[in-house]
């Protein structure tokens, strides 16, 4: 083989060998260092809660048209969360499944007008009061009183029977009037608007409502507030585990500043043409 053959022989096979080796990636830029995310002008939750209510109970709680819980409650509500830097969620839970829900630790809050009574005490960590509905007497229009025994001797007093309202009743009025009882303040009020007696005493919050609708356009909430402890109590706390006693502290702080400030009596004018406190 001339040499010129030969040199071409070996030129080929070299570069037919190179060509069989595998080649390895060209190794590709590296990606711009990622700009910082923007930060935040809003303070990041420090918990997130579940607060729990009826959602039956208007105008303290009920679901609006969306099927979500409002009313005053949830305002009160979404405002000591935002106090408390904490995100919350709202479910409306029977009046039945509220406490044992609680126990069980579906949810964190109850706040669904839990009056405070020995056993939720006994069961429960309650917060400080945050509303109180005091008790009153509605009338018919044309008859105002103020309440006192001497101006209701000898009246017919309606009263819920196995009831506060007619614990106290019985202590203020057993010598003074008479006093009947009804199954439900719902007969009491229909007993007044048919004048089969002259007051009914109850809830102010009930009274009043129902002086809103048509059938309660005869009477008024008339006199002064009564409150007893002893009687009627103290009024309504929300409700939560005895052990979450951080959380309830709180809360307590929130619904405290939210007295202090005025945040609760616009809240409360809002709903209510009288101070529930």
Known sequence: MKPLAVLLALLLAASTAFAQQPQKP?????????????????????????????GAFPPFNYLDKKGLPAGFEMELAQEACQRMKAECEYTAVKWDDLIPGLLDKKFDIIMSSLEVNNERRRRLGLSRRY??????????????????PT???????????????????????????????????????????????????????????????????????????????????????????????????????AFAEMMSDGTFKKLNEKYF????N
């Open 26 to 54: 060209v190794p590709k830029p590296a990606p711009a260092p990622a700009k910082p995310a923007p930060k935040s002008p809003f303070t990041p939750p420090a918990f997130k809660i579940t607060i729990a209510t009826e």
């Open 131 to 148: 509303y109180l509905s005091p008790g009153a007497f509605i009338a018919h229009k044309s008859e105002p009183f103020d309440g006192p």
């Open 151 to 253: 101006l209701l001797r000898n009246k017919r007093i309606g009263v819920q029977k196995d009831s506060t309202h007619a614990d106290w009743i019985d202590k203020s009025f057993r010598r003074s009037a008479q006093i009947k009882r009804y199954a439900s303040i719902a007969d009491a009020l229909q007993a007044l608007a048919n004048d089969e007696v002259d007051a009914v005493f109850g809830d102010k919050v009930q009274l009043w409502l129902w002086s809103q609708k048509p059938d309660g356009k005869c009477c008024e909430v008339m006199g002064q507030d009564i409150k007893d402890n002893q009687t009627l109590g103290i009024g309504v706390s929300a409700g939560l585990r005895r052990e979450d006693a951080k959380l309830r502290d709180a809360l307590n702080k």
């Open 273 to 276: 043409p009288f101070p529930l």
